[in-house]
């Protein structure tokens, strides 16, 4: 301890105040009402953590931190404007480069250290890089697959658990290994190399509707990773940092996975997205109802409670500007219109109310799924644009429904549901959905912008 | 270093126990502008990047150091940035007064 310099005291308070701000600034979050102050509290904290590490009196060279410092602003101005429809496949790509910069990190001290690197050292830095590793390939993957760069159905095949469960033990093994043996430091790469490798493996077998459980997941190994990152390095601050991210995306996982039906230790061992498949069987075709703008718009003015289920079709359509025309136009005839928002409808924790947020809808009209649910005996229409599994009663009713157990919104007990749906298609799932052959149920065939929009023409021309 | 490693396993116990406790409070309608802001948080991994690059210890070190401070930097930036732009966005259809 006598090496700590004056300089190094400083940095140390700056990091302290750095981590308190840090807490803040997420327990800020907690309300819409204060969230702002956040932003400021965790931009202040940054802020004071680069300048206090600049002080460091070990750092001769600052033209590279510099010009690393202005590249990486240069990628992320951008990176911060992108379309709030595509926000989920930037926080993956987002989750991918921090697990990249724990990765590099790790792996160059590694080799500044080795042999010299006592066990338990050795042992967190193996857990750093292989969480950063897969972290980092599994998140460029959900971020390719978000952006359909890649294909969003699951890729499986026979002995998948069985490969990625030995790939994984093969990189913990030689991790071990290279623990007892330090001078065996050829191992290292082979432990980057099969992490990076099975952080692939892990995300290919994921559809689309898990990508809220996966965001959150790969959003806790990250934070995880720079935790461990923090104790090879003896910087509290990453510690503290790397422990409230890790945290955070536990929660998130938590929730999407009882969102989901899906049992933690399903999630934790990434088996997704296998369940399902065979589900679809024979769907045979029964009759449906359904219905044109006109008539749609008629019920629709002629209620009293309206209250609007959106999903990720409505994403994908980019329709949530019309909805908010239609919002608009019922409100002014007296109508009330809440939207009803299910945890893992879109494709990542709160991707609907981001959405609904930016078509200026207030966020008090946006009600989640448990206060809501009581609601639908009194609700004259549920409209549903663009969303599917999350409404299907057979999760309530039919045991041998894949998605059996699931939460949904119980949209069935409304006195009308209309739901607007391309065709007959079943959902992502694959799971046919009996809702859309009830009595009171209205198809409205078509795409969600241009039919909301031809609701809110008929309803316009109306006066 | 036997006892800095113990002080770094509390400060890290403890931190959890803070993030869940903190976390469970925030409103579902702000989780996605949570994630991106924890995500700007986590890249206060850049200060490893940075002293890293600063003592120039190797070539390799310097390289991978110089690309960690790219990757954990746009991060930042853009991270705060997004989140900011998400919040604003977030408006109420009651007076506001609380």
Not at chain 1, 61 to 81: A, N
Not at chain 1, 99 to 114: D, H, I, M, N, Q
Not at chain 2, 32 to 46: E, R, Y
Request: hydrophobic share 50%; aromatic share 8%.
């Amino acid at each position: 301890m006598n090496e700590f310099a004056g300089s190094q005291y400083l940095i140390e308070i700056i990091y302290l105040v750095a981590s308190a701000l840090f807490i803040l600034s997420l327990k800020w979050m907690s309300s819409p009402a204060t969230a702002r102050h956040g932003i400021w509290a965790g931009e202040i904290g940054m802020v004071l953590a680069i300048a206090g590490t600049l002080l460091h009196r070990g750092i001769v060279d600052w033209k590279w931190i510099v010009i690393g410092l202005v590249l990486g602003s240069g990628i992320g101005i951008p990176l911060g404007m992108v379309q709030m429809t595509a926000v989920p496949q930037r926080t993956a790509l987002s989750h991918a480069f921090g697990a990249l910069c724990v990765t590099l990190v790790g792996t160059a001290e590694f080799y500044l250290r080795t042999p010299n690197v006592p066990k338990f050292m050795m042992s967190v830095l193996s857990m750093e890089v292989i969480l950063g590793g897969l972290t980092f390939t599994g998140s460029l993957m959900a971020a390719g697959k978000l952006q359909e760069i890649l294909p969003q159905r699951p890729i499986t095949y026979k002995g998948q658990n069985l490969v990625n469960f030995l790939l994984f033990s093969a990189a913990v093994g030689s991790a071990v290994y290279l623990v007892v043996h330090p001078e065996t430091k050829q191992l290292f790469p082979l432990i980057v190399g099969i992490s990076l490798i099975f952080g692939v493996l892990l995300v290919i077998p994921i559809g689309g509707a898990d990508m809220p459980t996966v965001i959150s997941l790969l959003n806790s190994y990250a934070g995880l990773s720079a935790a461990a990152m923090g104790f090879v390095l003896q910087n509290k601050l990453l510690i503290i940092a790397g422990a409230l991210d890790g945290s955070s995306g536990l929660i998130l996982s938590v929730i999407m996975s009882k969102a989901m039906n899906r049992s933690f230790r399903n999630v934790l061992f990434g088996a997704f997205g296998q369940v399902q498949a065979s589900a679809a069987g024979g769907a045979e075709a029964k009759p449906v109802r359904s219905a044109t703008p006109e008539e749609a718009a008629a019920i629709l003015s002629a209620a009293n409670k309206v209250v609007i289920v959106p999903g990720y079709g409505m994403a994908v359509a980019q329709a949530q500007h019309k909805v908010r025309e239609l919002y608009d136009m019922l409100t002014k005839k007296g109508v009330e219109v809440r939207f009803a928002i299910h945890p893992v409808a879109g494709r990542m924790p709160g991707h609907m109310n981001v959405l609904l947020a930016e078509a200026d809808i207030p966020y008090d009209r946006l009600i989640e799924m448990e206060e809501i649910n009581g609601d639908f005996p009194q609700t004259d229409v549920a409209l549903i644009i663009g969303a599917n599994d999350v409404t299907n009663p057979a999760a309530r009713t039919d045991q041998s429904s894949p998605i059996f157990g699931m939460p949904i919104l119980d949209v069935d007990k409304a006195h009308t549901v209309m739901v607007i749906k391309r065709g007959m298609s079943p959902g992502f799932a694959g799971i046919d959905n009996p809702l859309y052959y009830l009595d009171r149920t209205l198809m409205l065939f078509g795409d969600a912008k241009q039919f909301v929009g031809a609701i809110v023409r008929e309803l316009g021309g109306g006066h | 270093m036997g006892s800095n490693l113990i002080d770094s396993l509390f400060i890290f116990m403890l931190a959890c126990f803070i993030g869940f406790e903190v976390i469970r409070h925030v409103s579902p309608l702000l989780h996605t502008p949570l994630m991106s802001l924890t995500n700007a948080l986590d890249a206060i991994a850049v200060v490893g990047a940075i002293v890293l690059v600063g003592e120039r210890k190797s070539e390799f070190a310097t390289v991978l150091g110089v690309i960690a401070i790219v990757a954990a930097t746009s991060n930042v930036v853009g991270g705060f940035f997004i989140t900011d732009r998400m919040l604003k966005m977030f408006k109420t259809s009651r007076p506001v007064k609380k």
